[in-house]
């Protein structure tokens, strides 16, 4: 069983400035539908949460950094805004906020700093302490997948535990593979492939299947982590700690998303565009 959430959110957020300057890019924004019905808007931090929270997560671990106190703030309840709720008799916002602060005192938090911007796989190598022997999984601040019941986080797990994988994760297939990491693999179900070969932002991608920052990982993830190198702009990524595992030979699949399920990437103004647009659509439906 899965039982541990790791949430980085540490990214400077640079290509949404001066929106970012400072709100952590993962607050931002985006349309969904709150207990009545009504149109409502959450940042995209607090959906990512609901989701894990509602497919049985109750621990959670947030990477942050430097600018993301409001993150911190965010995930403590202020009792002194529900009197302020209560004496504007404001109950719609009193029952929103109820519910979220009921997740938060069922969950346990933990905020864990990572000093400076050293990539992805740095991030996550900040959970070390925290998930010690146990897998977890990784769930990118910024990344939202709209999928009925969460059934993309149950297809996850259900794939890493059945092949005693190292590590799993979520694709979907895109026009323009060059800003992704990319995969290579063997189709060996339906939506699931034996991955071969995960590359970085390649120049001439391999195929056009993209990593969708939420994964499964195995605790030796952390050990890859500290074989791999810096790249040119003195990162570590994710990526290549991934295809550490693959020349180990350890197992490494990946869940392409259904057709139905849509990701929603916060990263550029023209992704928070299609974001603003795709959640209006699906809290109006």
């Not at 911190?72 to 916002?93: C, G, Q, T, W």
């Amino acid at each position: 069983m899965i039982r541990k959430a790791v949430i980085p959110s540490a990214g400077l957020g640079t290509r949404l400035l001066p929106a970012t300057k400072e709100q952590p890019k993962e607050m931002l924004p985006v349309f969904t539908r709150d207990l009545h019905g009504n149109l409502r808007l959450k940042p995209l931090l607090h959906i990512v949460f609901e989701n894990l929270y509602n497919a049985g997560f109750r621990e959670f671990h947030f990477i942050t950094g430097r600018g993301k106190r409001s993150i911190e703030d965010y995930f403590s309840i202020d009792n002194n805004l529900v009197r302020y709720l209560k004496s504007r008799n404001n109950f719609e916002s009193i029952g929103e906020l109820d519910a979220f602060y009921e997740k938060v005192h069922r969950s346990n938090i933990i905020f864990i700093n990572q000093p400076e911007p050293r990539g992805f796989g740095d991030a996550v190598y900040r959970a070390k302490s925290s998930t010690g022997t146990e897998a977890f999984l990784v769930h990118a601040g910024d990344d939202l997948i709209i999928s009925e019941k969460n059934q993309y986080l149950l297809k996850l797990i259900r794939v890493f535990e059945k092949n005693n994988a190292a590590a799993a994760f979520c694709v979907e297939k895109v026009r323009d593979a060059r800003k992704y990491g990319v995969i290579v693999g063997k189709k060996v179900a339906n939506n699931v492939y034996r991955v071969r070969k995960v590359l970085e932002k390649p120049p001439v991608p391999p195929s056009n299947i993209a990593i969708v920052a939420v994964y499964v990982f195995s605790p030796k993830i952390y050990h890859a982590i500290e074989e791999v190198p810096l790249d040119a702009s003195n990162e570590v990524q994710l990526t290549n700690a991934i295809e550490q595992l693959i020349n180990q030979d350890c197992p490494v699949y990946a869940v392409e998303l259904d057709s139905v399920e849509k990701r929603i990437d916060i990263g550029t103004p023209w992704s928070y565009l299609r974001a603003l647009k795709t959640t209006a659509r699906c809290a109006i439906a």
